[in-house]
């Protein structure tokens, strides 16, 4: 079935530095993309997403780009800071039965250190 | 401001308990959701509605139920039947005809004592 990989984490980083967060998935289809991230004790908001084969999605300087070829869509930034501290969640969508559904990554905690 | 909202944010429940969360949105989406969150997991679909008076059992159903009796609310009860139901509960929505994206509202962290 469709699935989707990530990074297992923490992920440490000193602030200023550059972020790759891995993210593969397995599907049947087209899917879009997403990332979303969770900031502590918080809800899931939208950070990125994309909708087809080399499609590049960005937001607040992070960026990813839909590889179909290697079924990828990893989460960059070229600066990080404290603030960016959160779990960044992979999910892609699938269409069943006339009804849009997301399936998640299991999360990558991000702790950015001054 | 348009928005999804949940209520309480903490809820603290006996075993053996039945208890209604309630999700709230003002955006004029036709479908809303539910997700369940363990400590270091990703979101597990409990149940979808795509439109009123109509919903589907997601992948963790057992031991939950729901009712959309209005376009704007989703309520999610979680009965005694459920057997570990500690965890955060994530509701979302999204314009269903017009777009995959789903956008999430702040959640409730339950515990059962």
């Known amino acids: 079935g469709d699935s989707v990989t990530q990074m297992e984490g923490p992920v440490t980083l000193s602030e200023e530095a550059f972020l790759t967060i891995n993210c593969t998935y397995t599907?049947?289809?087209?899917?879009?993309l997403f990332w979303y991230v969770q900031y502590p004790g918080e809800g899931l908001q939208l950070l990125l997403k994309?909708?087809?084969?080399?499609d590049k999605g960005s937001n607040k300087g992070f960026e990813a780009t839909y590889r179909k070829e290697t079924t990828s869509f990893h989460l960059e930034k070229g600066s990080v800071q404290v603030s960016d501290s959160a779990v960044y969640f992979c999910?892609?969508?699938?269409?069943?039965?006339?009804?849009?559904?997301?399936?998640f990554g299991s999360g990558t905690r991000l702790l950015v250190r001054p | 401001d348009g928005g999804i909202t949940q209520s309480p944010k903490y809820l603290f429940r006996k075993e053996g308990q039945n208890v209604t969360l309630s999700c709230e949105q003002n955006l004029n989406h036709d479908a809303m959701y539910w997700y369940r969150q363990d400590p270091g997991q990703g979101l597990r679909l409990i149940y979808y509605s795509q439109i009123v008076n109509d919903f589907q059992k997601g992948d963790i159903a057992e031991g939950y139920s729901v009712s959309r009796e209005k376009k704007e609310s989703f309520p999610l009860t979680v009965t005694s039947a459920q057997k570990n139901p500690t965890a955060f509960y994530l509701c979302?929505?999204?314009?269903?005809?017009?777009?995959?994206?789903?956008?999430f509202g702040p959640g409730t962290r339950l515990t059962v004592l």
């Open positions: 994309a909708t087809k084969a080399d």
């Open positions: 999910a892609l969508s699938v269409l069943e039965e006339s009804s849009y559904k997301l399936i």
């Open positions: 979302a929505s999204s314009a269903r005809t017009l777009t995959d994206t789903q956008y």
């Open positions: 599907a049947t289809g087209y899917p879009s």
